[in-house]
């Protein structure tokens, strides 16, 4: 009897031990997260503007310490770059030079063909892998050109999609060899489009739906006036249809470290935590277009329930705004749904159907 009361006793003490381990654990988690969402939000904003907006999936992910590093890279680099006379002491500024032309010089030559990406994915992985230049500065440079290539070409042509392909399959072969640079990929999507996290912010009055709140939410700004919230829409569409593609790509033998269950998580987010919107109905749309087809053919029937989430929920959500919604956004999600977009290969996915193994490429 005795040596069962102390068995038992044993069996609670590693219980209790276990319970305050992993509160302990959480503890200090949540700190961590605390500090890092205090560190981010001192980037980005100011105190008072912080009071007046709600996030509705303010997400703190892996990425925030690689984005306040990226920032602070990129601002080296763009003092350099501005002020050569400033920094010509230091040899290393003409080296950021050479290699920004270099990687830019590259990503501009990119088509969407499979000549066109096995050339540019070795041109860039030479770059990245070279001894000169920095490892987080060559990954800076890579990740804000390949994404910028949205502001560089006609993203409302038709052919933009199949560009986007083709930047998924540079994206995937260079971070399969330099696998740094996909934290800086993610962290310069999260940077240029909150959507793309997922989150989106919400002005609570009128006063907090200030130039600042603008600036947080991506609108550009050039000689002190915003774009118009229609070429805003249209830049969240462009870069929510390039992280879409790369999330999807596939190429045998070849590990994505950020593919389709990623992809899931992120619309399972999306539909979780943001409102309906002219703006997430615009994401969301961009999103499904170049991924809803290679997640229906993983995931199947789970997929078909997200769609039905869709139509029973985020649709008459956005309806039910009226004037407030672009009738088009509607349309387009409409029409997704009940034309079975998913069940159609997306033009440009496969390019040539020959970007299907590794061994192409080398």
């Known amino acids: ?59 703190i992910t892996k990425y925030a310490k690689c984005k306040l590093v990226l920032s602070s890279i990129k601002d080296t680099i763009s003092q350099n770059l501005r002020n050569p006379a400033k920094y010509s002491a230091a040899p290393v500024s003409n080296e950021f030079s050479k290699y920004d032309r270099q990687i830019a010089k590259s990503i501009s030559k990119l088509m ?97 739906r200030n130039r600042d709140y603008y600036r947080l939410i991506g609108y550009q ?51 979780n935590s943001l409102p309906a919107t002219t703006a997430t109905a615009c994401a969301l749309h961009a999103f499904l277009k170049m991924a809803g087809f290679a997640l229906h053919k993983k995931y199947g029937s789970q997929f078909m329930k997200i769609l039905y989430v869709i139509s029973r929920y985020f649709l008459p959500a956005l309806k039910e705004q009226g004037n407030k919604m672009q009738a088009e956004a509607v349309n387009n999600l409409q029409n997704y749904l009940n034309d079975k977009i998913y069940l159609e290969e997306p033009e440009g996915q496969y390019l040539v159907q020959q970007l299907l193994s590794k061994e192409l490429f080398m």
């Open 1 to 59: 009897m005795m040596q069962a009361r102390q068995k038992e006793a044993a069996k609670l003490a590693a219980e209790a031990r276990k319970t305050a381990f992993e509160a302990a654990k959480k503890e200090a988690a949540e700190k961590q997260a605390a500090k890092l969402r205090d560190a981010a939000a001192t980037s980005q904003s100011s105190p008072d503007l912080q009071n007046n907006i709600a996030g509705s999936s303010y997400k």
């Open 112 to 208: 969407p063909t499979t000549d066109s990406v096995r050339a540019r994915a070795s041109e860039l992985i030479k770059a990245l892998d070279g001894q000169d230049c920095p490892r987080p500065i060559s990954c800076c440079l890579f990740a804000n050109k390949i994404i910028s290539i949205v502001k560089s070409r006609n993203t409302k042509d038709k052919t933009f999609g199949n560009l986007a392909f083709a930047c998924g399959y540079v994206m995937l072969l260079v971070t399969n060899q330099v696998p740094d640079a996909m934290d800086y990929l993610l962290a310069e999507f999260n940077r240029v489009c909150i959507y793309t996290v997922p989150k989106h912010l919400h002005a609570l009055n009128a006063e907090a």
């Open 221 to 271: 700004e050039e000689n002190g006036q915003f774009e118009s919230t229609e070429s805003y829409l249209t830049y969240v569409v462009a870069y929510v249809k390039l992280y879409a593609a790369m999330i999807q790509t596939e190429i045998k033998g070849v590990r994505h470290p950020h593919g389709l269950a990623e992809g899931w998580k992120w619309l399972a987010m999306f539909l």
